[in-house]
């Protein structure tokens, strides 16, 4: 193997350690938005040779209720669960959370940022983000 090879490499895992820690900084710093900070959905990060993909629990959601933004190479989602009942009624337990979220998750340089896309099923957003070599920028991804 070549020394620019290797020097490649290298760099690489240092950009991805790089990538990780600006995540975990902006996963700190952006606090959820309401004062009790109750409903912080879930989510798995998954890679493959195509393709990062973003799962996120949200149950109760409705896809016009889900925001998903790209800035500065930061993807956020943002939502709001509300938990009503009747008139007349009163909880006696309460387990589900509420409230309003949002989660932001720093992108990996490799990430087609034009052909990011969002699905929500079953109470379950998915966010592909395609592997490329071409960067490009875009600010809102509407959820199919």
């Known amino acids: 193997m070549s020394d620019f090879t290797e020097f490649g490499i290298e760099i690489e895992k240092h950009l991805s350690k790089i990538g990780k820690d600006v995540q975990q900084f902006m996963e700190k710093i952006v606090p959820l938005t309401n004062e009790d900070k109750d409903f912080a959905p879930d989510c798995d990060i998954v890679e493959s040779d195509e393709e990062y993909k973003i799962l996120l629990d949200l ?3 409705a896809k016009k209720e889900i ?7 930061v993807l956020t989602i943002k939502g709001e669960r ?3 009942i009747s008139e007349g009624e009163e909880f006696k337990r309460q387990e589900r959370k509420r409230g309003a979220f949002a989660r932001s998750f720093a992108l990996a340089e490799n990430v087609n940022s034009a052909e990011i896309s969002a699905s929500f099923r079953n109470g379950v957003l998915t966010v592909s983000m395609p592997k490329s070599d071409k960067l490009k920028d875009t600010t809102s991804i509407p959820v199919n």
Not at 67 to 73: H, Q, R, S, V, W
């Open 82 to 84: 509300d938990i009503t």
């Open 59 to 61: 149950p109760g959601l």
């Open 67 to 73: 925001g998903i933004a790209l800035k500065n190479n």
